[in-house]
């Protein structure tokens, strides 16, 4: 149980808009997607994202995002949800039925798996590569060096709908770099959409190009552990 007092969700979501659309006008870029991370968030606080009219949102537990969310799918139809955590390919099948973007494709063995299971369900999802950028040993991604040819192969081989590319930059280390090889991998293989900056650093990534923002702890405030 939180110890904290319930946040505002709704004055939390207005504030982050606010702040995105600061960094939008003094970077001269479109709105990115807000991807409401209400991962290990207790559902009162849910339900206030949804009250506010928020209606994307990333979970990185198939079983939890599970829990959460197949109910609330049948009466809540526009709902949009992105996995952004790690998938074991024996989940694969579960996580292609219940969410709409996979943001972490990130080996062969994966982007095959979801191949197949997207076209037994007839569910072509749209996809991201998680890219790891600062080359951490303990993280998932694929490594920036390999990024091209697998990014070649998901696209030709697999026939996966490749929309761009994530990364979590490391923790300490300032994330402009992280954010800059993105988009420079993106670009140079003609991938638009780029899914960067949490709540510590989104404006940041906002001014590197970012579409997508994957923000947890500013709007929901802080995850039991
Ligand atoms: C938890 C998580 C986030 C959100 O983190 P906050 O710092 O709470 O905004 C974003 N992306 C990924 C992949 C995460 O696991």
Redesign the pocket.
């Known amino acids: 149980m939180s110890s904290e007092i319930t946040p505002d969700i709704a004055a939390n979501l207005a504030a982050t808009w606010q702040n995105i659309d600061v960094a939008c006008a003094s970077a001269g870029r479109d709105r990115p997607v807000l991807?409401a991370?209400s991962?290990r968030q207790p559902d009162d606080r849910i339900d206030a994202a949804l009250a506010a009219g928020h209606r994307v949102f990333?979970e990185?537990r198939v079983q939890e995002a599970q829990q959460r969310w197949s109910d609330r799918r049948d009466t809540i139809p526009d709902l949009t949800l992105h996995l952004?955590?790690p998938l074991q390919t024996n989940k694969v099948a579960e996580a292609v039925a219940l969410f709409d973007v996979i943001?972490?494709v990130d080996r062969p063995k994966l982007a095959r798996a979801l191949a197949r299971e997207m076209a037994g369900q007839d569910r072509r999802l749209p996809c991201y590569i998680q890219v790891n950028t600062g080359e951490e040993p303990q993280k998932s991604g694929i490594m920036p060096m390999e990024a091209d040819d697998f990014i070649t192969f998901c696209r030709d081989e697999c026939g996966l709908m490749i929309e761009g590319l994530?990364c979590?930059p490391p923790q300490d280390e300032e994330p402009a770099m992280h954010f800059a090889l993105l988009r420079t991998i993106a670009a140079r293989n003609g991938l638009s959409g780029l899914s960067m900056g949490?709540?510590?650093d989104?404006e940041e990534a906002v001014g590197f190009g970012a579409t997508s923002v994957?923000?947890?702890?500013?709007?929901?405030g802080a995850?039991d552990v």
Do not use: D, L, W
């Open positions: 991807v991370v991962k990333g990185n952004i955590g943001e972490i994530m979590i949490m709540s510590g989104f994957r923000v947890g702890s500013a709007i929901f995850r």
